[in-house]
């Protein structure tokens, strides 16, 4: 069967039914309609995956799915946001009836799981490269920021860090984990969108951002954007079993905290207000007036210099 742009957009990823009241049109237009509520916000962001940059080129047209959906969510999390709808752009070197099949079946899927609509997008030739935009609504006013984090503001991490960048030395046949590697592998192939966890600290966090560049490079982001600077604990970072492990055996402390792919949210509160966050998170430092970013471990301060991952570096 011969392809074309529109004949792929039919076959593979138009008709489906829409979840989401605030779509009042999808896949087939020219554009999309989206209706905003009376009283929230629609927030926006796009990411860019690209072959032997963001994946693996031998990668399961699967996991690549999820993993594109996920990032871009986790953006919306970080903001406190609701996602509701994503358009897709996908450039391939070639029509593949069988990758497709897959890709778009498990895109499906894990949009319906994550509650959001394909409403449009663009296929086009050349590297394989998916480029992804979520929208998300938010009250209006309640947004979550980089820009606002406070001095006196506690530091938070969700769950654990570091478990991503190991897959990927895993991956690399730079770390042997043994039994141990499925989950760091997993968490690098499957991270988890803090969605849930955004919509509960937006009304009790300053400020806050995933961590998809490294805990270390996406603190600094907050903390140049809101004009601090901060002070954090080795000893309070939350790490894994197996993160811990490589520690041990390598004496490479630094990987997991400037590594990326992690998909936590590091977020900010004010101590006041400490007592009323319900979700799986650690402290790990304290926003304070002095420019800069500083790593305590064993009883010794650093400033830091080494952040993490950049693109065009």
Known sequence: MSFSEFTI??????????????????????????????????????????EGVHF????????????????????????????????????MPKIEAGWLEKFATAFI??????????????????????????????????????????????????HNIGDAGLGLKILNGEYDAGIE??????????PVPRIN??????????????????????????????????????EQIPFSDVVNKYIAQTGDWQMPLSVGDDYELCFTVSPQRISSLDIQGSCIGEIDSSLGLRINKAGVTEEVSRYGFEHFS
């Not at 590697?181 to 499957?190: D, G, T, V, W």
Request: with cysteine; proline share 3%.
């Open 109 to 158: 899927k894990w949009a319906k799981d994550f509650g959001v609509d394909l409403i449009g997008g663009d296929t086009t030739k050349g590297p394989l490269t998916l480029t992804l935009q979520a929208m998300g609504l938010v009250p209006a006013g309640h947004a979550l920021k980089r820009s606002t984090a406070k001095v006196g503001d506690y530091i938070y991490v969700t």
């Open 197 to 234: 966890e955004g919509i509960k600290i937006r009304q009790y966090a300053n400020s806050c951002i995933d961590i998809s560049d490294g805990l270390l490079a996406d603190l600094m982001h907050i903390l140049e954007a809101s004009g601090v600077g901060a002070n954090i604990n080795w």
């Open 9 to 50: 957009i039919d076959r593979f990823f138009a008709g489906q039914e829409t979840l989401n009241s605030q779509v009042k049109l999808g896949v087939g237009d020219d554009c999309a309609l989206l209706a905003v509520p009376e009283g929230y916000e629609l927030a926006m962001t796009m990411d860019t995956m690209v």
């Open 56 to 91: 693996f080129l031998d990668v399961a047209p699967e996991d690549l799915a999820y993993k594109l959906l996920a990032v871009n969510l986790s953006d919306l999390a970080s903001m406190g946001a609701d996602p509701i709808a994503v358009s897709m752009a996908l450039t």
């Open 181 to 190: 590697a499925e989950q760091p592998i997993s968490r690098l192939m499957h």
